[in-house]
Nanobody, 125 residues
Framework: QVQLVESGGGLVEAGDSLRLSCVASATSFSRDVMGWFRQAPGKEREFVASISRGGDNTLYADSVKGRFTIARNNAQNMVYLQMNSLKPEDTAVYYC??????????????????WGRGTQVTVSS
């Protein structure tokens, strides 16, 4: 069982930045593909970003490309999401996810076996 705990969410204004963090309990963390998803009220959970085991391969949703950056620190079992130029439409609960069998970054929600409880990000206009 893998436990994921997100932090770093909050209330910001449009144009501001936030950095989300996720710490994983998995001893296999360096061999896991990690991802970030988000869910706005009344909408389905959607892919945001993913990073491969070694961090050399990343994938982003078109809506965040150029504004968000995913990174990881395998020595500390951490994955981050740096969010710049935030927009009101980025408002959502952001979830960290762990694909323990993957190799490359993936946007396929079904491939992630473990999920955190989420952290709220609210962007005011």
């Amino acid at each position: 069982q893998v436990q994921l705990v997100e932090s770093g969410g909050g209330l910001v204004e449009a144009g501001d930045s936030l950095r989300l963090s996720c710490v994983a309990s998995a001893t296999s963390f360096s061999r896991d593909v990690m991802g970030w998803f988000r869910q706005a009220p009344g909408k389905e959970r959607e892919f945001v970003a993913s990073i491969s085991r070694g961090g050399d391969n990343t994938l982003y949703a078109d809506s965040v490309k150029g504004r968000f950056t995913i990174a990881r620190n395998n020595a500390q079992n951490m994955v981050y999401l740096q969010m710049n130029s935030l927009k009101p439409e980025d408002t959502a609960v952001y979830y960290c996810a762990d694909d323990i069998w993957g190799f490359a970054a993936t946007s396929d929600r079904g491939k992630y076996e473990f999920w955190g409880r989420g952290t709220q990000v609210t962007v005011s206009s």
